[in-house]
Nanobody, 120 residues
Framework: QVQLVESGGGLVQPGGSLRLSCAAS????????MGWYRQTPGNERELVAS???????RYADFVKGRFTISSDNAKNMVFLQMNSLKPEDTAVYYC??????????????WGQGTQVTVSS
C-alpha cells in the first residue's frame, strides 16, 4: 500500500559525494519517521540516519559530520547527502518510512535498495 522508490546510488571515488533520494507514495495518512539503512554481504542491516516528521535527526557514529539527512514532508521524500565517502561506505542503501495509513493502521515500508560503491 506504500511504495518507496530510491535513486541516486552509483560508483564514486573515495572522497567524493552522492545524494540519495527516496519518494514514498500510496495511501499515506501521515509519516512519523524516514530513514536510511545500509547492508553489506553477510552483515545485518544497520541504521545510517533517520529524521522524524518534526525534524529530529539521528546519525550513526560512522557517518557523523559526513552525511546529512533531510526531508520534504510535502512531497513525502527523504534525502541523504553523502560527502567524504570512504570505501567502507560501500553497501546497498535502503530507504525506510514509518507512519500511518489511517487513524487505526500503521505501516513500515522498505525501498528496493540502491547500490553505493566507493572505489578508485
Amino acid at each position: 500500500q506504500v511504495q518507496l522508490v530510491e535513486s541516486g546510488g552509483g560508483l564514486v571515488q573515495p572522497g567524493g559525494s552522492l545524494r540519495l533520494s527516496c519518494a514514498a507514495s500510496g495511501s499515506i495518512f501521515s509519516i512519523n519517521v524516514m530513514g536510511w539503512y545500509r547492508q553489506t554481504p553477510g552483515n545485518e542491516r544497520e541504521l545510517v540516519a533517520s529524521i522524524t516528521s518534526d525534524g529530529r535527526r539521528r546519525y550513526a557514529d560512522f557517518v557523523k559530520g559526513r552525511f546529512t539527512i533531510s526531508s520534504d514532508n510535502a512531497k513525502n521524500m527523504v534525502f541523504l547527502q553523502m560527502n567524504s565517502l570512504k570505501p567502507e561506505d560501500t553497501a546497498v542503501y535502503y530507504c525506510n518510512v514509518g507512519g500511518r495509513l489511517d487513524q487505526l493502521r500503521s505501516f513500515g515500508s522498505w525501498g528496493q535498495g540502491t547500490q553505493v560503491t566507493v572505489s578508485s
